[in-house]
């Protein structure tokens, strides 16, 4: 999670996202919804 947050803070643009209850699995519900809300918004662009 440091290196994400280093990015985020080098990066203006990137988007920090922290799911509390997920680990990297896709297959977890915080991720999943994480994923999908993400490219519903880049889907909008």
């Known amino acids: ?3 994400a947050w280093e990015l985020h803070q ?3 643009e990137a988007e920090f ?3 509390p209850d997920a680990g990297h ?3 977890e519900p915080g991720i999943r ?3 999908i809300e993400a ?3 880049f889907a909008r662009l």
């Open 1 to 3: 999670m440091v290196t």
């Open 10 to 12: 080098s990066w203006a």
């Open 17 to 19: 996202i922290v799911v």
């Open 25 to 27: 699995s896709i297959a």
């Open 33 to 35: 919804n994480a994923l």
């Open 39 to 41: 490219s519903d918004r």
